[in-house]
């Protein structure tokens, strides 16, 4: 679960990393003044703003979910490990070595 988890985990990250990178910057508004409307837009009259806002909010939600879930399995003990599953073995003990 944990491997499904963490790969879950990176795309949700880059995932998020190119929302982000879509988004424009504040300064973005003059350039709607030299025609850059978004009226003939897919995503309506308001432009992509409020799509990318809610969106980014959504995959932010995953990628602290996802953070806190893979820092409590890391914090938790491993139940079971190879070194519980091999006998254990004692040294051989030669009798003329002790004494030099």
Do not use: W
Not at 3 to 27: A, E, N, S
């Amino acid at each position: 679960m944990g491997g499904i988890l963490t790969v879950l985990h990176v795309f949700v990250c880059v995932i998020l990393v190119m929302i982000v990178l879509l988004q424009t910057g504040k300064g973005a508004e003059m350039g709607a003044a030299f025609g850059g409307g978004y009226s003939q837009t897919i995503f309506g009259s308001a432009g992509p703003v409020s799509f990318l806002n809610k969106l980014t909010t959504v995959i932010a939600v995953f990628f602290m979910l996802s953070s806190l879930i893979l820092a409590f399995l890391a914090s938790q003990p491993p139940t079971k490990t190879v070194v519980d599953e091999v006998p254990r073995q004692q040294a051989p003990v030669s009798p003329g070595q002790g004494g030099r």
